[in-house]
């Protein structure tokens, strides 16, 4: 086979975590040097770029391009993940109505300094955040600047929230889920994501994992592999 180098995007399915995708490539295409530009959540679900051989080179830069996504937010419940799968650690009555629902959302929009969760792959003392949170332990993290550029609801029926998302690199839209929830004094926490582009890649030209074997399969990967050309 020849010596392959480019991006793939992935359509990243429920129950994969990102690195199993990486690990799921390298063994497909046989190569060593894959990464990804932003982790999804197992549960979470859209386009994962992945840059292959030489194209590794632009994971970086890649990595800090802005986002969209399709998130619900579910009110009445808080966990400790921040999401849907994990524990919860608050229970309300929901009386959130859609207009309350839809400003404390929209207050977002710009800038704000958003605190990276605990069940996270953010590194403090070179140690992931979510390695610490499954010993038990809570550190202090620091506020991250992010930017929402574009929020709009799509749909309220109580208790969940349907919105979509544009944002810069590295906001976490679970924290965000959370932070709606504070604001309308009702704890939430993320039922379901999308990611539905990456930059100027989006879920359109996204394929999933069987899609991108069977290419391989059938001599058909040139298709689907964008072209990079690397500095040498």
Not at 85 to 108: I, P
Request: contains cysteine; neutral net charge.
């Amino acid at each position: 086979m020849a010596e392959i180098n480019g991006i793939l995007i992935i359509n990243k399915e429920k129950g994969w975590t990102s690195f199993d995708v990486v690990a799921k490539m390298r063994s497909l295409l046989k190569v060593k040097k894959i990464g990804h530009t932003g982790t999804l959540d197992p549960d979470a679900e859209g386009v994962l770029v992945l840059c292959v051989g030489k194209a590794t080179k632009l994971v970086n830069t890649l990595t800090k391009h802005d986002k969209e996504y399709e998130a619900t937010l579910l009110f009445g419940k808080r966990t400790d993940t921040q999401d849907i799968s994990g524990t919860v650690l608050e229970e309300a009555e929901v009386n959130v109505s859609g207009e309350e629902a839809e400003q404390a959302a929209l207050s977002f929009l710009g800038g704000y300094d958003q605190i990276p969760p605990m069940y996270s792959a953010k590194k403090v003392k070179g140690k992931k955040l979510y390695e610490l949170a499954r010993e038990g332990i809570t550190v202090e993290r620091e506020p991250r600047h992010i930017e929402i550029t574009g929020l709009s609801v799509t749909g309220f029926e109580s208790p969940r929230l349907y919105f979509t998302v544009s944002c810069s690199g590295g906001t976490y839209i679970r924290t965000l889920c959370e932070d709606i929830g504070k604001k309308a004094a009702c704890p939430a926490c993320m039922e379901a994501l999308r990611r539905t582009r990456v930059g100027t890649f989006t879920l359109k030209e996204a394929r999933t994992v069987k899609e991108v074997e069977a290419a391989l399969s059938e001599g058909r990967l040139e298709e689907i592999l964008i072209p990079i050309q690397p500095k040498e």
